[in-house]
């Protein structure tokens, strides 16, 4: 199944709320600047449990929390909090529709596992906020522009179907609870913040066919970039495969995936017309980068390329501006792979 995140293509990049300074604790009162106020304990997977554990058989069983599940939950720290005991922060709200929202006892989140609505909202927070910590690791606010740099607000929905959305005209995420909630997977939460990037990157990203299957494909390909980043490989399902858990609830062959980075899909032959399945020709160039190049060279020369894009970009127009942001950053072994990516998927 491919169809699975919509992505509304409506409307103006908000202006992302900040936190205000006076709920920083005394600890980060020096930085200011960076707002980055307190921090709390809680726990998430990370990133799902399929990857973690190696283990395909793993299945929703409607939202219990099953004795095979117990070895994925993780206590992790919660950064950039606004020190209100909710999980609001510099980088993202978190606004639960489903049940009752998550508050710090004693100045940390209870544990709450995959049966607390609480879960979820917990895992949004982290992993929104991870996004970006990855953001910042490839220099982006230091050496580079910043990207992304707002408060995402992440609702997390009894959406009727499968599927989560980017809404670029509230800069907001809303994450479903179809199957496997879909914030049960670090890689659902990372695609969607995905669009987000791109959006702060060029208001209103996303308007025909090609460009709108570059934000599928880089989406697909940051979910990746930014888990490993986190929790390391090699991993114990293919690295290329995302959402490895979300994914059981509507795939029946293993490894289960949602969509691949490796595909072998080339330009024009494979195009057709559906945007997330399209999006495999783009994610294959990037994840081909990335092989040769490593992930932080890769990464930031793949997301310092976007600030070029136009919003309705071709995939040839996009594929130039990357190798020339390649060029720019790295040289010309750099623009080198990054061409090659591009002419074998048949993009240049
Ligand atoms: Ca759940
Ligand atoms: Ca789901
Ligand atoms: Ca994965
Ligand atoms: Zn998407």
Redesign the pocket.
Known sequence: MTNRFAMAMLGTTAVAAMIASVCATPAAAADASTADASTADATVFS??P??QLGDESLTDQKDADYPALAAAYRRVTLSHLAGSGTLTGQYVTVKSETGKPARTVGGDFPVWHRDADQFEQVMGYYWVDTAQAYLQSLGFGTTLRPVNQRQIELRIDQFGGDNSFFREDKANVTLGKGGVDDAEDA?VIVHEYGHSVQDSQVAGFGTNLESRSIGEGFSDYL??AV??WATGTP?L????????WDSVSYTSTVPH?LRRLDGTKVYPTDVIGEVHADGEIWSRALWDIRTALGDKTASTLIIEAQFDFAADTSFRDAALATVAAAARLYGSRAATATRTAFTERGIL
Not at 237 to 244: G, I, N, R
Request: hydrophobic letters at 30%; a negative charge; proline letters at 11%.
């Open positions: 990133p799902n399929v990857q890689e979910a990746v888990t490993s991993t399902t293919p690295e290329a495969c995302v959402a490895d995936c």
